[in-house]
């Protein structure tokens, strides 16, 4: 069995939820930002995981307190936070975003206990297919003011369902100046999944002017993240 990325026991996830806060908050040189922005979480996904912790921590204290606060109560508030933040993680695929991170280095996956690429805490005996060369095709669908509507589907499928073994369709965005090119993949922020092959992006007022950018990755049912479709770019109006 693999070990699992975020551990399920009350003690395990202590050291997983601090560690991982401590780490994402640091700064480490070469680089002039912290490690969460690094690797391409964005600022809400940061203070959710931060929230994560700061409710943790009182509970836990009182866990730790086995003769005396220690009560079946207290238990089942620390798992439901394993469980909300576990949750989290599979419906923003922060830790997945991270094994396939650009700028990500070794010491990215120790801390969060990731194979590159591949879905270390899997532990279910039937085995989806590799992505391989799955790829999607995006369209730029209707533009609208500081909105753009993205039509995602397979390459070579008609349709827009999903390829076999394909569980998620991420989608990623960079913001440049209206007349550059795509920029490197480094560049990329996860903004969302596709829903019945659509993707609505909604852009803020000071990106207006400026062009969008969108990939597309597909996702199996082991967290495995395949290659990055083509990139389409559209004015922000």
Do not use: C
């Not at 094994?99 to 801390?111: L, Q, Y």
């Not at 996860?190 to 990106?207: E, N, S």
């Amino acid at each position: 069995m693999a070990q699992q990325r975020i551990s399920r026991s009350i003690t395990g996830f202590n050291a997983d939820i601090t560690t991982t806060n401590d780490y994402l908050l640091k700064v480490v040189a070469p680089a002039t930002t912290p490690n969460w922005q690094r690797l391409g979480l964005t600022a809400a996904e940061q203070a959710q995981w931060q929230s994560f912790l700061t409710s943790w921590q009182p509970l836990f204290i009182r866990y730790s307190d086995k003769k005396g606060q220690r009560t079946t109560d207290v238990k089942d508030q620390l798992k439901l936070i394993i469980k909300n933040s576990i949750a989290y993680d599979h419906k923003q695929h922060l830790y997945d975003r991270i094994a396939i991170n650009a700028n990500a280095v070794n010491a990215d996956f120790e801390i969060f206990r990731i194979k590159r690429g591949t879905a270390l805490a899997d532990t279910t005996v039937t085995r989806s297919a590799a992505p391989g060369t799955k790829e999607e095709v995006i369209v730029i669908k209707k533009i609208g003011h500081l909105l753009h509507q993205l039509l995602v589907t397979a390459a070579g499928k008609k349709g827009r369902g999903k390829e076999k073994g394909v569980k998620d369709v991420l989608i990623y965005k960079a913001v440049t100046g209206p007349k550059d090119a795509a920029p490197a993949l480094g560049q990329y922020q996860y903004i969302g999944d596709v829903k019945r092959g659509l993707y609505t992006a909604v852009h803020a007022d000071t990106d207006e002017g400026n062009k969008a950018w969108y990939i597309a990755r597909v996702k199996n049912t082991r967290g495995e993240i395949g290659a990055p479709s083509a990139a389409v770019g559209a004015l922000i109006i």
